[in-house]
């Protein structure tokens, strides 16, 4: 048996509050944090499918969320069906980008992952604490609920 506590939503999110609390800082992760996220599912988006299905919402980014589904929910029910919308947002633009856009999605992802990725470091510097998932890897799917959960708090929504 592990003695390791499993953890709640709630202290999951105040364990990661607690290297957030510059208000710069805030702002950058409300920034950057949706970027990431955005850009992870831009790069498995981008990945070539072997399989013959001729479908784009078959791929490496929606197979990807169902351990992120899993995760989410056996934490909040709630918050799992915002993190979802959220997921299912960014599918959309990935599905419509290039529609829209002639510049390769991967390399749009590539691009805006690692200037996120200096926006979260500098507002770390800013707020003179690392970054959570030093500690633990899981905080780095913490960091998109953590903004979530305060959508939810501002519309009331229990989480």
Same mark, same amino acid.
Do not use: D
């Given at each position: 048996m592990s003695d390791v506590k499993t953890r709640s939503m709630q202290e999951w999110l105040d364990a990661y509050g607690v290297s957030h609390q510059n208000p710069l800082n805030k702002k950058i992760h409300w920034v950057c944090v949706p970027l990431i996220f955005l850009s992870? #599912? %831009? /790069? /498995? !988006? =981008?990945? *070539?499918? *072997?399989w013959t299905v @001729? =479908?784009?919402w078959l791929n490496f980014a929606t197979l990807a969320i169902i351990p992120v589904f &899993?995760?989410?929910?056996? /934490? =909040?029910? =709630?918050l799992?069906? %915002?993190?979802?919308? !959220?997921?299912t947002f960014?599918?959309? #633009?990935?599905?419509?980008? @290039?529609e829209l856009v002639s510049f390769p999605l991967w390399q749009s992802s590539i691009i805006v992952f690692v200037l996120a990725w200096i926006g979260q470091f500098y507002g770390h510097k800013i707020e003179g604490i690392k970054p959570s998932f030093f500690e633990d890897l899981q905080? /780095?799917?913490? %960091? *998109?609920? !953590?903004?979530m959960s305060f959508i939810y708090n501002k519309? %009331? &929504?229990?989480y």
């Open positions: 992870i #599912v %831009g /790069l /498995l !988006w =981008s990945i *070539p499918t *072997p @001729n =479908s784009v &899993i995760f989410y929910a056996r /934490l =909040s029910i =709630s799992t069906i %915002g993190m979802m919308l !959220w997921c960014c599918f959309a #633009v990935c599905g419509a980008y @290039n905080f /780095l799917m913490i %960091g *998109p609920a !953590w903004l519309f %009331g &929504i229990r």
